[in-house]
């Protein structure tokens, strides 16, 4: 189950991508239309792009590319510890040829409690077998940040670097700047970090990410070079271009979506750092056809075990203000509104 909806009549408060595009992304269809007349290969930008996001920076066509490749290489008959709730594409491709994945429910009184992962992490230890960590921060599907530095440093000094980390940073430009703790993978060995443009550039129809840190040479192997495409290439290359505008929008976006999740604090169940947020509805078929009757779709949660809830992806002020006020109606009498 994923975000999205076919009616574009209605508005979809189910993806969770920005809802603004930048400026410098303009030139963007132009250099697609030039570019689809001939392959496009990752390796041509990855020397600039390195100069940005890292010497071992490897691109990738979306964080999928590269838990595929983890799904078909290095989780061959490996412990994947998966703790939930998660992206639920995480469990499948963990599924492809570990030999065992761990579902460990971490989430307590609306906050992840890493002491459950700790304990699952040494129990495993103990049968001798190679042991990867996979989970999103910001958490998908609540939207709460967690520093982990600390916490992957310890693992990895008291089992003695055997067991590896591989986070998923999909939503980590909504989180604050200030809030936001830089992970290094040149001072932790065993960690991995995949990233991707979607979500903050508002392009989910583009698929281009890219991997740093411990597995990133084992990813630049597998991949695809030309995976990306010649939409995904030409938005690396206006990037690169633009960067100094590129690092404006993000601060920007995630100043305003501080302001956004503020208004809707009441509501959420979690204390979000991402542009999206949790409701609890009780019945989500109710919900949902009352949000529809008002043209609006929400994503489900069936799938992240968290059935009487719904994800909700802010968007503008002007539809943000039209999700208020459905909410504020639902939330007081629980009738049609």
């Not at 067991?163 to 065993?190: G, K, M, Y």
């Not at 890219?210 to 070079?225: A, F, I, N, Q």
């Not at 939409?231 to 690396?236: R, T, V």
């Not at 100043?255 to 999206?276: G, I, L, P």
């Amino acid at each position: 189950m994923h975000g999205g909806v076919r009616d574009e009549t209605l508005i979809d408060f189910s993806i969770s991508v920005n809802p603004f595009v930048p400026s410098f992304l303009k030139e963007l269809e132009k250099k697609v239309q030039r570019y689809v007349k001939r392959y496009n290969y990752a390796e041509w930008l990855e020397q600039d792009f390195r100069k940005f996001f890292g010497d071992d920076a490897v691109i990738v066509a979306g964080a999928t590319e590269a838990l595929h490749i983890f799904g078909w290489t290095v989780f061959k008959g490996a412990t994947v510890i998966i703790p939930r709730p998660a992206y639920s594409e995480y469990e499948r491709v963990a599924k492809f040829t570990a030999s065992k994945v761990l579902t460990p429910w971490i989430l307590e009184e609306g906050q992840l409690n890493l002491d459950i992962l700790r304990g699952v992490i040494y129990s495993e230890v103990l049968r001798g077998e190679k042991i990867f960590v996979l989970l999103g921060n910001p958490n998908n599907p609540t939207g709460i940040y967690k520093p982990l530095a600390l916490f992957i440093q310890h693992i990895a000094e008291e089992l003695d670097n055997q067991v590896e980390f591989i986070i998923d940073e999909a939503f980590i430009d909504f989180v604050p700047q200030l809030e936001r703790e830089e992970l290094s993978t040149s001072c932790l060995s065993n960690l991995t970090l995949v990233r991707t443009f979607t979500k903050i550039l508002g392009l989910p129809g583009i698929r281009v990410g890219y991997v740093t840190g411990s597995l990133s040479k084992l990813v630049e192997h597998y991949r695809m070079p030309w995976a990306i495409g010649a939409d995904g290439f030409a938005l690396i290359e206006q990037i690169l271009e633009n960067y100094e505008s590129f690092k404006t929008f993000l601060k920007e976006s995630a100043s305003f979506f501080e302001t956004q999740r503020a208004m809707f604090s009441k509501f959420a169940c979690f204390n979000s750092k991402t542009n999206y947020f949790v409701l609890s509805v009780g019945d989500v078929d109710k919900f949902l056809t009352e949000a529809h009757a008002k043209r609006m779709h929400f994503r489900r949660m069936e799938d992240f075990g968290l059935p009487e809830c719904v994800r909700v992806g802010l968007k503008d002020e002007v539809t943000n203000s039209k999700l208020m006020e459905f909410l504020e109606c639902y939330y007081s009498n629980r009738t049609l509104c």
